[in-house]
């Protein structure tokens, strides 16, 4: 454990040594957009429970560790340790290893012309023209010091640019690898995808590691959607049980666009998923989906702020959690109206199972409305597996464990019918198969879970 | 042997004895009728013989096939051949009705030893208990019972019954809330599935469902007793004196 003051001398030594090094430490603005940042997180520091923004969320593990920088000691894998985290049938896949680009275990695939797929750091080198009108232009890094941190830090991850009108059919996807270091490591993968306008995507970030250890994994994704795009993103955390993973998808919609986030959370520690879209054109649509499944001491945050910015534009949050053992899991659903988007339509749900006795839940709606004309609902449930559905079952000869895997994965498949068909869906069903069928299995004596009565609380309410 | 014997069952519910000691012996090929009014015990008696584990039974013993039911979970009972419907079957979202009564037949089968039945030659055995009672095939796309009306779940409860060919069958209330032409098709359903291996036991508010589906015994319960019992013209005899006179009867008989 650290004081605070070591904390901050331990992040200035890392950034020192970065900066000087960093891909693009020799152009202007972005030495200036790293320092402003540093800066700004040296003044705020990490956040507390009387922030509340995280008022469910303790981060002192994080704060209380000197976590180091891994970029500069790069570490080899072979294909064979990779291959199970591998998704089948899909060609393009990036990889990085603690932050950075790893070309040789990458697939390229091939992709329409003119897209480009590549690393960000690689980019920042060539091509910083195409870089700097976006990167860090959305990110606000005064809202969090994880944002600054991660803007500070940032050098690699990907980019993608997809040019006007060109759909992209096959999905883009991207392994973020960490592996054991002796020391506890930090990486700060930054991603830019850059969709023009009537174009059509889906990115799919997946969070894995090899070992066990001390691993701290904060990411950015900047996701511009121009006007008219359709775009699907994914983020699924299945880091191991020690994890700490803070990740913030910073979608800036145009006119009519159409984004999709998916977010799966069924690894690591401490995990904190920022979603945080601004609907900035005129009738752009917004769906976030999420799904969260935690056990053992598991902590799953799920931090939704929805700004509508434009007239006529519709949102809609829906998320699931199931929590076992100790687990805690938070729904913060934020939803920003500004004062000249009338017709907005914005719609929020949250239901959640817990398992067990000790299992947590904190789901808080937050609705700031400044226009006059709008539609926002929110709704939230707390429940158990219904002793009811689990009898009835039962009762036509499935047995316990697999009556108890069925409900869960009917409420899980809640959110998995909201993803297209296709080898992204496969392979979150299967990851979802998996981690149910453990809890259904483990479940202590699969009893422990289940009321005869439901003795949650429900409310359901209408702003 | 009788298929079901049951001496001497007392039931508790939350330190409420709701059965006080029912005996009954149920053979193959028989139907019996169990007829009380609200609150007399009939559900209770129907869910201890499922299994449900939330009724504990205080006194008295239940063999089944020579077994012991009380040790056996509902799991392992519908395994071994008993099948309730459920007064009010249950809704589940987001598993298909096909998917759902496919693992169920597989789950059975697989504890008798046979091979699973896939998807699609599930299909044909199907349809042809669909058409049995009327079903449209698009219900079995739908989650279990969901949004279903109360017709369409009773006529679920016996396609169920009529997939699954239990040995011995409890209805518990299925004839509640039925229109005549449900009530009808409901009642062809269980009785096309009479036959000498099979046991049906039909409990029932109403003389009706027994119109058409005729027992061979009729049981009278009246607060946890069976103070009657007798082939099916008790029921007939039921209808025009009501249950009154046969409260009235049963107090006088038992002994203060």
Request: aromatic share 6%.
């Amino acid at each position: 454990m650290i004081t605070a003051t070591q904390q901050l001398e331990s992040y200035l030594e890392n950034f020192s040594e970065f900066e000087k090094l960093a891909a693009g430490h020799a152009l202007p603005w972005l030495r200036n957009l790293r320092q402003d940042a540093f800066a700004r997180f040296c003044e705020v520091g990490f956040p507390t429970t009387h922030d509340e923004d995280w008022r469910f969320t303790n981060v002192s593990a994080i704060a209380q560790t000197a976590f180091r920088l891994t970029c500069n000691r790069p570490v080899r894998l072979s294909q064979q340790e990779l291959d199970p985290y591998r998704v089948p049938g899909v060609n393009c896949q990036l990889v990085f290893v603690n932050g950075n680009f790893a070309r040789e275990l990458s697939l390229l695939g091939k992709l329409p012309d003119g897209v480009k797929v590549s690393n960000l750091g690689g980019e920042i080198s060539s091509n910083p023209e195409a870089i700097e009108p976006h990167l860090g232009r959305y990110l606000d890094i005064r809202r969090d010091a994880f944002c600054a941190l991660n803007t500070a830090f940032g050098e690699d991850g990907a980019y993608v640019h997809i040019p006007r009108g060109t759909l992209v059919e096959e999905p883009i996807y991207l392994l973020f690898v960490s592996t054991a270091n002796d020391a506890p490591s930090m990486s700060h993968p930054r991603n830019l995808i850059v969709a023009e306008e009537d174009s059509q995507a889906t990115i799919v970030e997946d969070y894995v590691s090899l070992d066990g250890g001390a691993v701290f994994c904060n990411t950015v994704t900047e996701l511009v959607a121009g006007d008219h795009t359709v775009l699907s993103h994914y983020m699924i955390e299945r880091e191991h049980e020690e994890a700490f993973n803070i990740s913030t998808l910073r979608i800036q919609q145009g006119r009519s666009a159409n984004v999709v986030s998916h977010s799966v959370l069924l690894g690591g520690a401490l995990v904190r998923n920022n979603v945080h879209p601004v609907l900035a054109g005129e009738g752009g649509e917004c769906l976030i989906n999420g799904l969260f499944i935690g056990n053992g001491h598991q902590h799953l945050d799920n931090y939704m702020l929805v700004e509508h910015a434009s007239p006529r534009c519709g949102s809609r949050q829906f998320y699931n959690g199931i929590l076992d053992g100790h687990a805690h899991g938070v729904f913060h659903g934020r939803i920003i109206v500004h004062k000249d988007a009338q017709k907005t339509d914005a719609k929020q749900t949250n239901r959640n199972l817990l398992l067990s006795d000790d299992a947590q839940i904190d789901t808080k709606p937050q609705l700031e409305i400044y226009a006059d004309d709008v539609k926002c609902t929110h709704g939230a449930t707390i429940g158990q597996i219904e002793g009811d559905a689990l009898f009835y079952l039962r009762s036509r000869g499935i047995d316990e464990v697999s009556a108890r895997k069925l409900l869960l994965f009917a409420f899980a498949s809640e959110c998995l019918d909201r993803m297209k068909q296709g080898p992204v869906r496969r392979h979150v069903e299967e990851l979802i198969n998996r981690c149910l069928f453990q809890m259904a299995n483990s479940a202590p004596g699969a009893s422990t879970g289940i009321r005869r009565d439901d003795t949650g609380r429900n409310w359901e309410e209408i702003g | 042997m009788s298929l079901l014997e049951i001496k001497n069952l007392h039931v508790k519910v939350d330190n409420h004895e709701i059965l006080k000691g029912i005996d009954l012996k149920v053979n193959a090929g028989e139907v019996h009728s169990i007829m009380g009014p609200n609150g007399s015990g009939k559900s209770t008696l129907a869910q201890v013989l499922a299994r449900r584990e939330t009724y504990a039974v205080s006194a008295g013993e239940v063999s089944y096939n020579g077994r012991d039911l009380l040790a056996m979970k509902p799991e392992e009972a519908a395994c071994e051949g008993i099948f309730m419907a459920f007064q009010y079957p249950v809704e589940i979202p987001g598993i298909s009705n096909a998917y759902f009564l496919r693992s169920a037949l597989n789950a059975i089968r697989k504890y008798r030893g046979l091979d699973e039945i896939d998807a699609i030659d599930f299909l044909p055995l199907f349809r042809e208990k669909l058409k049995l009672l009327d079903m449209d095939e698009k219900l079995m796309n739908r989650s279990v019972n969901e949004g279903f009306s109360g017709g369409e779940k009773k006529r679920n409860e016996i396609l169920q019954m009529a997939v699954l060919e239990p040995k011995l069958s409890i209805l518990d209330e299925t004839d509640s809330g039925l229109d005549i032409d449900a009530l009808r098709i409901v009642a062809q359903g269980v009785d096309a599935m009479r036959n000498p291996e099979r046991a049906i036991i039909v409990v029932t508010h109403y003389q009706r469902l027994l119109n058409y589906i005729v027992p061979d015994f009729v049981h009278v319960l009246l607060d946890g007793r069976i103070v009657r019992s007798g082939g099916p013209e008790l029921a007939l005899e039921l209808e025009e004196k009501g249950y009154g006179s046969m409260e009235a009867e049963a107090r006088h008989a038992t002994p203060a």
